[in-house]
């Protein structure tokens, strides 16, 4: 599977984006999917992850309640709904997806990964 990530952008602290994933394929709705995030000089990090069919969602404590993870089956997209954004959220942002089966929350547990986009949270 093939994954496309877009919409990050600048924004102002306490602002919102929502970014997706386009994924090609017609397999796209047996992968679970995950967001995930680096910024620089720093670790890739696990962000949300959402099941095959949307059903179970799990969160990073440092987003819970802010960011809100979902897919869209029919349209192929996973997408991260992120509110409330602080300076710490700057980073860039990867999609990535990896059979389904209980929700992975490690990066080298997904086999599918999108090129990244850029988020740029101002204080």
């Known amino acids: 599977v093939q994954l496309q990530a877009s919409g990050g952008g600048l924004v102002q602290a306490g602002g919102s984006l929502r970014l997706s994933c386009a994924a090609s394929?017609?397999?796209?709705?047996?992968?679970?999917m995950g967001w995930f995030r680096q910024a620089p000089g720093k670790e890739r990090e696990f962000v949300a992850s959402?099941?095959?069919?949307?059903?179970?969602?799990v969160y990073a404590d440092s987003v819970k309640g802010r960011f809100t993870i979902s897919r869209d089956n029919a349209r192929n997209t996973v997408y991260l709904q992120m509110n409330s954004l602080k300076p710490e959220d700057t980073a860039i942002y990867y999609c990535?997806?990896?059979?389904?089966?209980?929700?992975?929350?490690?990066?080298?547990?997904?086999?599918?990964w999108g090129q990244g986009t850029q988020v740029t949270v101002s204080s």
């Open positions: 394929g017609r397999t796209f709705r047996t992968y679970n």
């Open positions: 959402i099941s095959w069919s949307g059903s179970s969602t």
């Open positions: 990535a997806a990896a059979p389904a089966g209980i929700l992975l929350t490690t990066p080298g547990q997904y086999a599918y």
